[in-house]
């Protein structure tokens, strides 16, 4: 396993020092904490985590604040959690209408619960490593866009 990379308090690349960066780390931990309480009201609840991922308001909240706020972390260490964040649920949507359409099928029905608990092991897991990232100050290996 390779070292942990921990942001500089200043980034020469850009040119913001770690402290103009406050705000918009507080945000990215408050959706991160938005998509937590979708998660685990998926599993404290009858809903699916998966279910509750993509359909709780807070998730849909996280989602709208994540756009809105995007153009302030544009070339920061902070943009690959935004990034990483959108992708966590525009999959978990994607692999939901999958289970869906699986479920339109008798024989589809197994493949289709399998669908929904793997995603919903995996959203658990983008949560909580982005936010373990978020609290050591790492990036997130998203794709460029």
């Known amino acids: 396993m390779t070292e942990p990379e921990v942001i500089p308090v200043h980034d020469e690349a ?72 959108l992708r966590s649920f525009w999959f978990a949507a994607l692999w939901l209408l999958v289970a869906g359409l699986l479920a339109l099928t008798l024989i589809g029905i197994p493949a289709a619960f399998m669908v929904i608990v793997g995603t919903g092991l995996w959203v658990l897991y983008r949560v909580i490593r982005g936010w373990m990232a978020l609290l050591d100050r790492r990036a997130m290996p998203v794709p460029e866009a």
């Open 14 to 85: 850009n040119g913001k020092s770690d402290g103009d960066l406050e705000g918009p780390r507080a945000w990215c931990h408050a959706m991160y904490g938005l998509h937590a309480l979708s998660a685990a009201s998926g599993i404290l609840s009858s809903a699916t985590i998966i279910g509750a991922f993509v359909f709780g308001w807070p998730s849909i909240i996280a989602v709208i604040v994540n756009y809105v706020t995007r153009d302030r972390v544009h070339d920061t260490w902070l943009a690959t959690h935004w990034r990483w964040q």
